[in-house]
């Protein structure tokens, strides 16, 4: 499949202008400090528990690189075996053609509402917005989706979308806009925990018991049997895959593995890098339709299950840059990073922030916007995402190799650094005009601006340092030779 780059956020500025709000507002800052550094704290606990973690972690890299160099095998094979089990199969190039798919086979059940999984691939695509379009109302079901939607927010962390609120927040939004989408929040809603819980789930009871329709995205996907599986915490998830007559899963290509063997290293791997847990609480898995199971068997009469492009396979075909397609969507590289601390997810303009936004977003959706050239440099390359991540995708290493892409594009600040940096070849090849800078720069120092013209993008962030009196290589002479 060729790629169509997904579509941004109309106005979204690049991450440094983003980044730059961002680290001003404190109660964003707060809240992100207190939740990265509380679940990283519990994952780094639930980890210590397996002595064999790393070879988990090996075993989790083999199988998705073997998965990744024979995808298109696997998923012939997937789809035979989802059509074998009464689903049906949909291909979807880009965004808009998914979109099309899912709205077309939601209008043919009747219905103008749906009721939705946490799914990544379904923000990447924007279905909501897409379906909206067409008068076809999505709800939410993620405790966290729920509270953004609400919000009229954006997610800006992959495992907990509403990271950014506080609970007081939380409950002025559900005393505020409950109503509109539904049931109403409680009387004197209050912002303990279990009150936002409880109005959360009375609203959503009543979604879940008219729904017809329900869209999922998946874990895995098990090319072998056709199996699709869902892992999460709160049980919404298996409410919208058990009670709906009709199930739409919008996934990405990378998520299969080949069989049942593999799918149990990533059972292991990803509650504990994600939540911190040694198992998740719901893990539902299903194959194809309950019709052609048994006659009167659990789940959907119907199941469609939309296998994404949206820029995979162009990201497929880069040695380096394929890697970040093993992401099992853990999200554990978020919590540890020092930019997406202080930063926000929203900053990343796109629905996978932090490190590995920063690598997976430029690839699906190209380097073409000023956002997407901004994120490869969205990184101190301090390494800590990869020393968590659970299948070993070198983050950095990727990082400077989008880096190296986008200074190859050019533009006016691409010309002046490789200009300047062709200079200083030439100056450090040769010593004796490298001695007459030094003592140049020694003797004007007085001079010198704290601001170099053509610098701002340094400066803005960084002081030069202060030039010493004289050269060290004069100052050798008198006081060592």
């Known amino acids: 499949m060729s790629r169509r780059p997904a579509p941004v956020h109309l106005g979204m500025p690049s991450f440094p202008r983003a ?7 404190r109660t964003l800052r707060a809240n992100l400090r207190h939740a ?17 973690w790393d070879r988990l972690r090996e075993a989790g890299k083999r199988i998705k690189d073997h998965t990744l160099r024979h995808l298109d095998v696997y998923l012939e094979q997937l ?48 279905l909501n917005e897409a379906l909206r379009a067409e008068g076809i109302a999505a709800y939410e079901t993620d405790l ?38 539904g049931r109403p929040a409680p009387a004197g809603l209050g912002d303990d925990p279990r009150e936002l819980a409880e ?87 299903w194959t194809g339709t309950a019709a052609a199971r048994a006659r009167h068997g659990d789940g959907p009469r119907t199941f469609h299950l939309v296998l994404l492009d949206n820029g995979r396979t162009t990201a497929l075909a880069d040695e380096v840059g394929r890697q970040a397609l093993r992401c099992i969507r853990c999200s554990a590289c978020l919590n540890v990073c020092p930019v997406y601390e202080r930063a926000g997810g929203h900053a990343y303009g796109s629905v996978y922030p932090g490190p590995i936004g920063a690598i997976l977003s430029p690839q699906l959706r190209g380097i073409g916007s000023d956002v997407d050239a901004s994120l490869p440099y969205a990184s101190s390359l301090c390494g800590a995402c990869y020393e968590v991540c659970p299948v070993a995708i070198d983050i950095p290493e990727v990082l400077v190799h989008l880096r190296e892409r986008v200074a190859a594009r050019g533009g006016p600040g691409h010309r002046l650094e490789k200009a300047v940096m062709k200079t200083a070849g030439w100056v450090l090849d040769h010593p004796g005009a490298l001695a007459a800078v030094e003592r140049a720069a020694s003797r004007t120092r007085a001079l ?15 002081e030069l340092p202060a030039l010493p009196p004289e050269p060290f290589r004069d100052w050798w002479r008198k006081n060592r030779t």
């Open 36 to 52: 990265t550094h509380t679940i990283r704290g519990k994952r780094a606990r639930a980890v210590a528990e397996l002595d064999d």
């Open 199 to 285: 109005a959360a789930r009375l609203h959503l009871r009543e979604k879940f018991l008219r729904a017809k329709v329900a869209v999922s995205g998946a874990n895995f996907m098990v090319a072998e049997t056709g199996t699709l599986v869902v892992v999460e915490s709160e049980g919404n998830g298996r409410m919208c895959l058990t009670l709906p007559e009709t199930l739409i899963s919008v996934v990405g290509v990378e998520k299969t593995v080949p069989t049942w063997r593999d799918l149990e290293v990533f059972l292991q791997t990803l509650p504990r890098s994600s939540t911190a847990e040694r198992m998740n609480p719901y893990t539902s898995m």
């Open 79 to 126: 789809e035979a075996a989802v059509t074998e089990a009464g689903g049906a199969v949909h291909w979807a190039e880009d965004a808009a053609e998914a979109n099309r798919i899912v709205t077309a086979l939601v209008k043919e059940t009747g219905e103008r509402e749906v009721v939705k999984v946490k799914s990544m691939a379904t923000q990447e695509i924007g």
């Open 448 to 462: 010198h601006p704290d601001r170099p013209p053509g610098a701002g993008a340094w400066t803005a962030e960084r």
């Open 144 to 181: 966290a989706e729920l509270i953004v939607q609400l919000g009229d927010d954006r997610p800006s962390h992959i495992l907990v979308p509403a990271i950014h609120r506080n609970r007081r927040e939380i409950r002025d939004i559900f005393a505020d806009r409950m109503g509109q989408w």
């Open 19 to 25: 980044a730059a709000e961002a680290v001003h507002d």
